[in-house]
């Protein structure tokens, strides 16, 4: 399995950013997918996934943040608007099991919201 999320970038805060990730190795639809980040210093934080069709959002991602997948072309997506300077971290996109642990995630991408 290779996951490559891509997108990240500098933001002021207010700004949207839209993430990518890019998944090998599997059959897509047939995968738990999701999203998390991490910023220096800080625990691994829960972003969003789709489990089972079925969408979830950490608290700090819902109202701002939308994810979604394209099977036709292996590829998650996560809309980040409303970002704000707590948003700061790097983002990985992952495999997640049944039992929500974080199974495979690639190279992250960062990013940064800052005026």
């Known amino acids: 399995v290779q996951l490559q999320a891509s997108g990240g970038g500098l933001v002021q805060p207010g700004g949207s950013l839209r993430l990518s990730c890019a998944a090998s190795g599997l059959t897509f639809n047939s995968y738990a997918l999701g999203w998390f980040r991490q910023a220096p210093g800080k625990e691994r934080e829960f972003v969003a996934a789709i489990k089972w069709s079925v969408v979830y959002y950490g608290d700090s991602a819902k109202g701002r943040f939308t994810t979604s997948g394209d099977n036709a072309k292996n590829t998650l997506y996560l809309q980040m608007n409303s970002l704000k300077p707590e948003d700061t971290a790097v983002y990985y996109c992952?495999?997640?099991?049944?039992?929500?642990?974080?199974?495979?995630w690639g190279q992250g991408t960062q990013v940064t919201v800052s005026s």
């Open positions: 992952a495999t997640i099991t049944s039992g929500w642990h974080y199974a495979s």
